[in-house]
């Protein structure tokens, strides 16, 4: 199965570091997607893991764990603009490519 | 890099009228186009899937359909609309070149 699980919500600092985790179920898996949804906007492309290990992009960073069935968001340096919902997505290894998502993490940075 | 354009961006509908929703891909030929829904406050749930033009595969039964006329257009459509259709449609594109999808602004459909 693809079951994608991922805490509802979230809250942290400005300026802080924050981490949003996600486990997901093996089977049939194919990489591992970060989006981030401000509300009522269309979900942005952060992130995207195929082989174990950290991908790191300016302030956010990504880390896969195939084995473990885990992935992770890392996100430095907090600022207000980053308080949004952010979607764990898996990709099943078939040809159709879609994507399983995750209910979401909420996260809201305060001052 | 490929651009996701929708229509319209706010519909409000009543229970048992018809649906046409419109995405269009710009930038890449020949892309896998995905529909997704969001109801409020969860995630996405995929609805339908095209890799080529005619080619439709359904993920869920339901109340929708959806045609791909031509290699960047991709329809969702609805003869007769019901309350639990409401909710945030989104049409994605798969970049071949990086397998990344990305997203379509969106429609937010209200069924009343």
């Known amino acids: 199965g693809q079951n994608i699980d991922q805490p509802t919500e979230m809250t942290a600092t400005e300026g802080a570091i924050v981490q949003i985790n996600c486990t997901y179920q093996t089977s049939g898996f194919n990489g591992l997607f970060w989006y981030q949804q401000h509300a009522g906007e269309a979900p942005t492309f952060l992130s995207y893991n195929v082989l174990d290990g950290l991908e790191e992009k300016g302030r956010f960073s990504s880390f896969l764990s195939r084995s473990k069935g885990y992935s992770y968001l890392l996100l430095k340096e907090l600022q207000m603009k980053d308080s949004a919902s952010y979607l764990c997505a898996g990709r099943l290894d078939t040809g159709r490519r879609a994507l399983t998502f995750g209910s979401g993490t909420r996260l809201q940075v305060q001052p | 890099s490929q651009t996701i354009h929708q229509w319209p961006a706010t519909l409000v509908q009543p229970v048992g009228s018809p649906l046409s929703l419109e995405c269009t891909v710009e930038?890449?030929?020949?892309?896998?186009l995905y529909w997704y829904r969001q109801a409020a406050g969860r995630g996405l749930q995929l609805l339908f899937y095209?890799?080529?033009?005619?080619?439709i595969s359904s993920e869920v039964p339901q109340n929708l359909s959806a045609s791909r006329p031509q290699d960047r257009q991709f329809i969702l459509s609805s003869k007769k609309l019901l309350l639990s259709d409401s909710g945030f449609y989104l049409c994605?594109?798969?970049?071949?070149?990086?397998?990344?999808?990305?997203f379509g602004p969106g429609t937010r459909l209200t069924v009343l």
């Open positions: 994605a594109g798969r970049d071949r070149g990086t397998d990344t999808q990305y």
């Open positions: 095209s890799v080529g033009i005619g080619q």
């Open positions: 930038g890449t030929s020949n892309p896998n």
